[in-house]
């Protein structure tokens, strides 16, 4: 292996006061009325139940068997 850098890219280039300014804005560009969940509780509920059934298990194996 050499001990050249890998050059950065993306966020990773940027300081980290940049990367909290863009994190701050977050869903800020798209108007509330325009935000699904906002509108509509029940498909937020379905979305969460639904997200949870697919990450239980996670696949993992337990250790030393």
Do not use: W
């Not at 990773?12 to 701050?24: F, G, H, K, N, V």
């Not at 969940?37 to 059934?53: C, H, P, T, V």
Request: proline share 5%; net charge positive; charged share 35%.
């Amino acid at each position: 292996m050499t001990d050249k850098l890998k050059s950065k890219r993306g966020f990773a280039c940027l300081t980290p006061e940049r990367r909290r300014e863009i994190a701050r804005k977050g869903g800020s560009m798209v108007p509330a009325d325009k935000r699904s969940y906002s509108q509509n509780k029940e498909l937020a509920q379905a979305s969460g139940r639904k997200g949870g059934s697919i990450s239980r298990g996670g696949g993992r194996k337990p250790k030393g068997g």
